[in-house]
């Protein structure tokens, strides 16, 4: 559980502070039949590169309209260009890491505090017609920073509050995940997906549909997996949802 939780704040780290500028990339979206090994073809980039630029946890999972990021390849830089600006980057985002860890171990060695982020968006709204089955906090002496909320498999799940899509993909112990973007650095997160349907980068609008609950990244039962962050900091949902 805390790699998991580990492995999204990184996500989230680099989704709205430490990803590199990509202006000049171009935006793939997934065509049926394609693999990751023919549009790296394609664009004449290498599969590393292109799973690394995507954070893709398995290259083999990809999905009908998901939007791939084509690293740039505007010039062929020489071989010794190419080692010092790869090292320069990975000395900048090895930082950026090692600091998100730091932020994300002292929040996790700090006590819950029951009160809403500073900053909100309006009320929230309930994502799925459901049942609770899991809460906020400890289940079975694991951390849990958000509730699960189960539902028929294909039920829609909407948008808690307006915002932007930062993420739509894969995520290790979520499976098919969306992470929304709204105003005040507010994020909320959707877990267990059957199937997205928005892409990153579009706006979207409180109660608008966003994904179908199903039961990915081995979930027992289908259920949606619901979490609200200030950052890459978890508050606990049911704070912030009518009652």
Known sequence: MIGQRTSLALLLCGLMACRHGRSSDDVHVVAPG???SEIADHYGVPLEKLVKSNRLADPDHIYVDQKLVIPSAEEAPSEGDREAEEEGRAEEDDRAIDE???????????EA???????MVGPLIWPVDGVVISLFGEDDGARHDGIDIAAPEGTPIWAAADGEVLFSGEQQGYGLI?????????????GH????????GEQVKKGQPLARVGQSGGQLTPSLHFEVRKGAVATNPLLLLPR
């Open 178 to 190: 969306l992470i929304l973007r709204h105003e005040g650095d507010l994020v909320t997160v959707y």
């Open 193 to 200: 997906n059957l199937e997205n349907l928005v892409r990153e």
């Open 113 to 119: 505090v029951p009160s809403a982020p500073e900053t």
């Open 34 to 36: 394609e693999t990751l």
């Open 100 to 110: 998100a860890v730091v932020r994300l171990e002292e929040s996790e060695g700090a």
